[in-house]
C-alpha cells in the first residue's frame, strides 16, 4: 500500500445519483465539506479548480487545481501542483453495491519531496479530515 496516500471509506445509504448531484455542487461542498470551504470552478477534462483549503491545525489556503479524471456518478479525480516538489492528487469515488447503497471514498495522494514531506508531519489531522469530509457527504446524501 502506497504510505502517502490517506483514504477513508464508508457505507452510503443513498443512490450514486444524490451522492453525485452533491459532489457535482462545486459551491454547495461548503454544506457537507469542512475542508474545502470554497470551491468554484468546473467538472470537465482539465477544468480549473479554486478552493480555499482550511485542514486542521493549518490556516486556510487558497488552492489552485485541475481536474485529472472524471465520470458522473463515479468518481472526481483533482491534481495540485507546486512546482515539481509537492504534488497532491485528492478523489472522491463512488462504488453503487445496489439501488441506493454505495461506498464512498474520499482520498488524497502526495508526491514530490514537500508533498510527502507535508504528508509525514500533518499525516494524523489529514486522516481526521478525511473521516470528517466523508460522514458529511455521506449524512448530506442520506438527507431527506
Request: net charge neutral; charged share 30%.
Amino acid at each position: 500500500m502506497d504510505d502517502t496516500r490517506i483514504e477513508k471509506r464508508i457505507g452510503v445509504r443513498a443512490t450514486s445519483d444524490r451522492i453525485w448531484d452533491l459532489v457535482a455542487d462545486l459551491p454547495g461542498w461548503r454544506r457537507w465539506n469542512p475542508v474545502d470551504a470554497e470551491v468554484e470552478g468546473v467538472i470537465a477534462f482539465g477544468g480549473r479548480l479554486t478552493m480555499t483549503e482550511a485542514w486542521p491545525e493549518m490556516p486556510p489556503r487558497q488552492s489552485l487545481a485541475q481536474v485529472a479524471e472524471w465520470q458522473p456518478r463515479v468518481r472526481l479525480v483533482w491534481a495540485e501542483k507546486r512546482g515539481f516538489l509537492f504534488q497532491s492528487l485528492r478523489y472522491i469515488e463512488i462504488e453503487e453495491l445496489a439501488p441506493s447503497n454505495c461506498i464512498l471514498a474520499i482520498g488524497v495522494r502526495f508526491s514530490g519531496l514537500r508533498g510527502e514531506l507535508f504528508h509525514d508531519k500533518h499525516r494524523p489531522a489529514i486522516r481526521k479530515a478525511h473521516e470528517a469530509m466523508a460522514e458529511g457527504l455521506k449524512t448530506a446524501a442520506e438527507a431527506d
